[in-house]
Nanobody
Framework: QLVESGGGLVQPGGSLRLSCAFS????????MGWYRQTPGTERELVAK???????NYADSVKGRFTITRDNSKSTVYLQMNNLRPEDTAVYYC???????????WGQGTQVTVSS
């Protein structure tokens, strides 16, 4: 089970930190990612982090967003700085079990960037 938190309304240029708590065993075997989706569009990858903490980012968020994971807390974070109106979306946490493989999704958290 994945539970996201930290979304909300923020002004352009502001910051938010999203958290995704993973419940289950073997968090260290999961590739964790954040995706986002707006109405009428496909879900897109924002950032992902491997069990060894290697990271990848969408070009649109490079230099502004940072994904991290705390394996001791089975939690992944997305620090979002210098937010723009185009970052407005529902953000979803994803856990990809590299052993099976199988995807798991959180329920999503709304991020709105507006003045």
């Amino acid at each position: 089970q994945l539970v996201e938190s930290g979304g909300g309304l923020v002004q352009p240029g502001g910051s938010l930190r999203l958290s995704c708590a993973f419940s289950g065993d073997s968090f260290g075997f999961y590739l964790m990612g954040w995706y986002r989706q707006t109405p009428g569009t496909e879900r897109e990858l924002v950032a992902k982090i491997s069990p060894g903490a290697s990271t990848n980012y969408a070009d649109s968020v490079k230099g502004r967003f940072t994904i991290t994971r705390d394996n001791s807390k089975s939690t992944v974070y997305l620090q979002m700085n210098n937010l723009r109106p185009e970052d407005t979306a529902v953000y979803y946490c994803n856990a990809y079990d590299m052993r099976t493989p199988q995807d798991y999704w959180g329920q999503g958290t709304q991020v709105t960037v507006s003045s």
